[in-house]
T-cell receptor, first 113, second 110 residues
Framework: DVKVTQSSRYLVKRTGEKVFLECVQD?????MFWYRQDPGLGLRLIYF???????EKGDIPEGYSVSREKKERFSLILESASTNQTSMYLC????????????FGPGTRLTVT | GIQVEQSPPDLILQEGANSTLRCNFS?????LQWFHQNPWGQLINLFY???GTKQNGRLSATTVATERYSLLYISSSQTTDSGVYFC????????????FGTGTQLKVEL
């Protein structure tokens, strides 16, 4: 079974703080993704990575950066957290370059006060 | 990218009833997935079904790629089936960019 884990289920941070969200997958998948989910807006892709040290912007990259130093780990960084980044963050991975089945982690519910 | 529409947006069932959820997509896809989001927010993979029919216990899914729709069948529903069901697809040639529908909120009552 594919397992995708995220470092925290719930996180509360203050405006202006630097925030790290960590995602780890154990299936040697090359492709990893960060999404955020908001009521009324659905799930939206923030960033993805198709290899170590490679990254591409998704639909809403503003205010975020990512890091992929090891194949199994993909980090989402909020350089200076703002209240409009309060959301549910979901990480996913897949083993195919195109059209692959994506497997999701349990999610991190981030609140920025 | 593709547009993904789901219906109905909300559904209330009595335990034991059957239901069909529908997903329409605007263009050809090489990935079509169905997920169940549990109350804690995790997306559980139900089916990876770009075409054809699959069954897993009380759940089954059919994708008719040529007509651009997919159906999720839930039989003998249970209260634990409650939650939000999403379909999501990737446009053929669209890499791994998964586009989600807006979901069907299902509530199963005793």
């Amino acid at each position: 079974d594919v397992k995708v884990t995220q470092s925290s289920r719930y996180l509360v941070k203050r405006t202006g703080e630097k925030v790290f969200l960590e995602c780890v997958q154990d299936m040697d998948h090359e492709n990893m993704f960060w999404y955020r989910q908001d009521p009324g807006l659905g799930l939206r892709l923030i960033y993805f990575s198709y290899d170590v040290k490679m990254k591409e912007k998704g639909d809403i990259p503003e205010g975020y950066s990512v890091s992929r130093e090891k194949k199994e780990r993909f980090s989402l960084i909020l350089e200076s957290a703002s209240t409009n980044q309060t959301s549910m963050y979901l990480c996913a991975s897949t083993d195919r370059a195109e059209g692959g089945e994506q497997y999701f982690g349990p999610g991190t519910r981030l609140t920025v006060t | 990218g593709i547009q993904v529409e789901q219906s109905p947006p909300d559904l209330i069932l009595q335990e034991g009833a059957n239901s069909t959820l529908r997903c329409n997509f605007s263009d050809s896809v090489n990935n079509l997935q169905w997920f169940h989001q549990n109350p804690w927010g995790q997306l559980i993979n139900l089916f990876y079904i770009p075409s054809g029919t699959k069954q897993n216990g009380r759940l089954s899914a059919t994708t008719v790629a040529t007509e651009r729709y997919s159906l999720l069948y839930i039989s003998s529903s249970q209260t634990t089936d409650s939650g939000v069901y999403f379909c999501a697809g990737i446009l053929t040639g669209g890499g791994n960019k998964l586009t989600f529908g807006t979901g069907t909120q299902l509530k199963v009552e005793l």
